[in-house]
C-alpha cells in the first residue's frame, strides 16, 4: 500500500517522553512497542492526549508500558486496503500495525488507507473516462 515506509518502533519500558520525542522527531503519530522483534503493543498520540490526564499521571515520569494499548489489533499480508479500513472504522482505530510470518512489517493509518483506495478509484475512472471518450486502447 503506498510507498514504503521504515516501521517506527520503541521498546515497552522506554519512557514516555522518549516515545513522545521519538514520534516528534520522525513525524509519526503511533508507534509499535516491541520486545525484541515481538510487536506487543501501540502507543498513539491520543493515548498520551487521554491516558496521561486521565490516570493521573502528567508531570511525573512514566513507562510506554502504562499507557499502550497492549496486544493490538494487526492486518496481515494478506488483508486489501478495503479490508483494513472497514476492521480500523468499526474499531474506531486510526493505526493497524501489520504483521507477517517474520513478525511486525508495517503500520498503516487511516491516512495511508483513504489515499490507496482514492488512487486505485481515480485509476479506475480514469480508465472508464478513456473507454468512453475513445483514449483507451487495449492492452498487449
Not at 46 to 61: E, N
Request: glycine share 10%; aromatic share 4%; charged share 25%.
Amino acid at each position: 500500500i503506498g510507498e514504503q515506509r521504515e516501521v517506527w518502533s520503541i521498546n515497552a519500558d522506554a519512557s514516555g517522553l522518549d516515545a513522545l520525542n521519538r514520534m516528534d522527531e520522525k513525524n509519526v503519530s503511533a508507534l509499535a512497542v516491541v520486545e525484541g522483534a515481538k510487536l506487543v503493543g501501540i502507543v498513539t498520540e491520543r493515548d498520551f492526549a487521554r491516558k496521561v490526564l486521565l490516570r493521573g499521571i502528567f508531570g511525573r515520569p512514566f513507562r510506554v508500558s502504562d499507557i499502550m494499548t497492549p496486544n493490538p489489533l494487526c492486518a496481515g499480508l494478506d488483508h486489501t486496503s478495503e479490508e483494513c479500513m472497514a476492521l480500523m472504522i468499526e474499531k474506531h482505530i486510526r493505526h493497524l500495525p501489520v504483521v507477517g510470518a517474520g513478525g511486525l512489517v508495517g503500520m498503516l493509518s487511516m491516512r495511508d488507507l483513504v489515499e490507496d483506495v482514492l488512487s486505485d478509484k481515480d485509476f479506475v475512472i480514469e480508465q472508464m473516462h478513456n473507454y468512453i471518450t475513445g483514449g483507451w486502447t487495449k492492452p498487449g
